[in-house]
């Protein structure tokens, strides 16, 4: 099956500095790859997706790269607050439908005041 | 967005009892609806993949008769944890898509202890 792994597992920058989180996946049918916010005891929130005919999409101060051959894909968010601390978890299944998804482990982002 | 809701947030039972967790698409109809599990700081594993109309589809390692999904309508899916035990004790949360061309959006949670 799909497995995810994310890197770094912990981050912490400056407020203002730009944050850059990395995922692999192992399935090269996966074609859909969320990323997910999570504040402490609360659900996840979509931030941004991509799907896999696309190399960059962006949202604001968030965005997300792929890169099919390698099998990775990233988040970066730019000028970053306070309110961005979290932990984030990439994910990815295949096909948009309903396919399961399967998630990252997890990067707990610290912004630094 | 569309709305996903579970019940209840939280629950505390004794060992050796059974808990059902409900989780409701409010605003859309789900034929498919997947049940997670967090533990602590750690990511979210996928249980089950919960099918109206049809058995649900477990995840390698978990345990069909302990985790029962029910999936009687389109706009529910309830997940009963039988004969509880500490290690159970976990964050469960759903998820369901109102079609095949948007996000999977999630439940509250549900955070299950058990004593």
């Known amino acids: 099956g799909e497995n995810v792994e994310q890197h770094p597992s912990t981050l912490s920058v400056q407020e203002g500095d730009s944050a850059v989180i990395k995922c692999t996946y192992s399935d090269s049918a996966s074609n859909y790859f969320p990323w997910y916010k999570q504040e402490l005891g609360k659900r996840p929130q979509l931030i941004i997706d991509i799907r896999s005919n696309v190399g960059e999409k962006k949202d604001q101060r968030i965005a997300v790269t792929l890169n099919k051959t390698a099998k990775h894909f990233s988040l970066h968010i730019t000028e970053t607050q306070p309110e961005d601390s979290a932990v984030y978890f990439c994910a990815a299944s295949k096909n948009f439908g309903n396919e399961k998804l399967t998630f990252g482990t997890g990067t707990r982002l610290t912004i630094i005041p | 967005g569309a709305v996903v809701s579970q019940h209840p947030s939280w629950v505390i039972c004794k060992s050796g009892t059974s808990v059902k967790i409900e989780c409701r698409s409010l605003?859309?109809?789900?034929?498919?609806m997947f049940w997670y599990r967090q533990f602590p700081k750690q990511s979210l594993m996928l249980m089950a993949t919960s099918n109206e109309g049809s058995k649900a589809t477990y995840e390698q390692g978990v345990e069909k008769d302990k985790f029962l999904i029910n999936h009687a309508s389109l706009t529910l899916s309830t997940l009963t944890v039988t004969s509880a035990h500490p290690e159970d004790s976990s964050f469960y949360i759903c998820?369901?898509?109102?079609?095949?061309?948007?996000?999977?959006?999630f439940g509250q949670g549900t955070r299950l202890t058990v004593v």
């Open positions: 998820s369901a898509r109102p079609d095949q061309n948007t996000e999977a959006f």
């Open positions: 605003d859309f109809q789900a034929t498919t």
